[in-house]
């Protein structure tokens, strides 16, 4: 095997190393939450920039014949690339990665966040996520959690999925198995509203999609809503089955908010980012279907400012269901693809 189909192996390396690192330096979350700076297009808190230099460092320490390269990433800087490696030559390698995807939840321990990375060959001319050749995504788990899961998809085509016991170090395969239902109905699904701003055009949205995808009385409990603070995490809950149906259109939301003229001066609500979807080819070739808000499959640059939009359905019945529903919300908006 050569040094580049080792390459999701020591990506998911350096998402172990950053799990050791914050499992080991757990401190007061007043201080783990406080806000640093602000840069690729998020704020920036103080457990965000403890692990920015673990990864450097990890991937600073990777064979000479996978460097030099670019590394992509929230945290590095306004631009947010860094190289590594000598300067003399072209890139042999693009990174793009979310060290922390999740922070919010994490540093408050209230919910595993996730390491998130994917890698397009120098000759990817612009790098994007449609010509990564290699994912993971590393769980990075709270205090409370004995096991943590991860997921590797190598140069070679191959898909690893694992969970950990943390104490004993021990792995075992872990199944992957996208659910197969044909309707929403007394199953997970959402349409993500993080923050202020969107909640009442997501619940609107959402309410549209129940009525066709999990009729039931009105007031039942047809559909059971999770917001997953972690794009990482909402692509591992739809490959794993436990859930049907996720939803982030935040920034076609804004859209719509900026048609009134009083509302012109509200400012975009935070968005998903690439870097958000590095794990995205693992979700892929776990049999997820993934889109932009329009139907469109996801291409997505090597940045930290562009903002995204995607669903994710864990089937082709329940994507044939939901998304003309989707348009025809978008239709009535006058919302059309750029």
């Known amino acids: 095997m050569s040094i580049d189909e080792h390459l999701g192996i020591l990506l998911a390396d350096v998402g172990f190393a950053v799990r050791a690192h914050l499992r080991e330096s757990r401190q007061d979350p007043t201080e783990l939450a406080r806000a640093v700076g602000h840069e690729g297009g998020d704020t920036i808190f103080a457990i965000d920039r403890a692990v920015e230099p673990i990864v450097v460092a990890a991937i600073s320490s990777w064979p000479d014949g996978l460097l030099p390269l670019e590394l992509v990433a929230e945290g590095m800087g306004a631009d947010g690339r ?4 000598p300067n003399d030559r072209p890139p042999r390698w693009h990174l793009l990665i979310d060290p922390i995807d999740g922070t919010r939840s994490l540093m408050y321990d209230k919910r595993s966040a996730w390491f998130l990375a994917a890698a397009a060959p120098g000759s990817a001319k612009p790098p994007s996520l449609s010509r990564a050749a290699a994912a ?3 769980e990075l788990p709270t205090s409370r959690q004995g096991q943590a899961d991860h997921f590797i998809a190598e140069v070679d085509g191959s898909l690893t999925a694992m969970r950990t016991e943390l104490a004993s170090g021990h ?4 199944r992957i198995m996208p659910s197969k239902a044909r309707s929403l109905l007394h199953g997970f699904g959402q349409v993500s509203s993080f923050f202020p701003g969107t909640h009442q055009l997501a619940g609107a ?7 066709v995808a999990a009729p039931y009385p009105l007031g039942g409990a047809s559909i059971f809503n999770d917001q997953y603070i972690s794009s990482g995490g909402q692509l591992c809950e739809l490959l794993l089955g436990r859930d049907r149906f996720c939803c982030d259109l935040r920034p076609l939301f804004h859209r719509v908010l900026q048609r009134g003229a009083t509302r012109a001066a509200e400012p975009s609500p935070l968005s998903c980012h690439p870097y958000d979807l590095a794990g995205l080819p693992i979700a892929l070739r776990a049999g997820v279907i993934v889109t932009d ?3 469109r499959p996801i291409d997505a640059q090597f940045n930290v400012h562009s903002e995204l939009h995607w ?13 003309p529903v989707i348009a025809g919300w978008l239709a009535e908006h006058d919302i059309k693809p750029d």
Do not use: C, K, Q, T
């Open 293 to 295: 808000g329009f139907g």
């Open 82 to 85: 860094r190289r590594i490696g």
């Open 311 to 323: 669903i994710g359905y864990a089937n082709h019945d329940l994507r044939a269901l939901i998304e």
């Open 171 to 174: 792995s075992r395969p872990l």
């Open 205 to 211: 949205l959402m309410d549209a999609i129940a009525r």
């Open 136 to 138: 993971v995504m590393v």
